[in-house]
């Protein structure tokens, strides 16, 4: 049984083996826009910093105390 593989698979994979250094562009941007290092401290208190939501967005009855 034969694997399928999609025309834009083949298209890629002969495209990259044709052009060497667009793997390394593609690292290299991967790294500028997505490969971020994470401090987990910092984000759990901007998770605990975060405010809850009524059920309703719009709910009508709130009553403002201008």
Do not use: C
Not at 4 to 10: A, D, L, V
């Amino acid at each position: 049984m034969a694997i399928y593989e999609s025309e834009h698979t083949k298209f890629i994979r002969e495209f990259l083996e044709k052009n060497p250094k667009e793997v390394v562009e593609q690292k290299k941007g991967r790294a500028l826009w997505w490969d971020k290092p994470q401090d987990l401290a910092t984000n759990e208190a901007f998770d605990d910093a975060e405010v809850p939501t009524k059920a309703y967005y719009y709910d009508t009855t709130y009553k403002s105390y201008n």
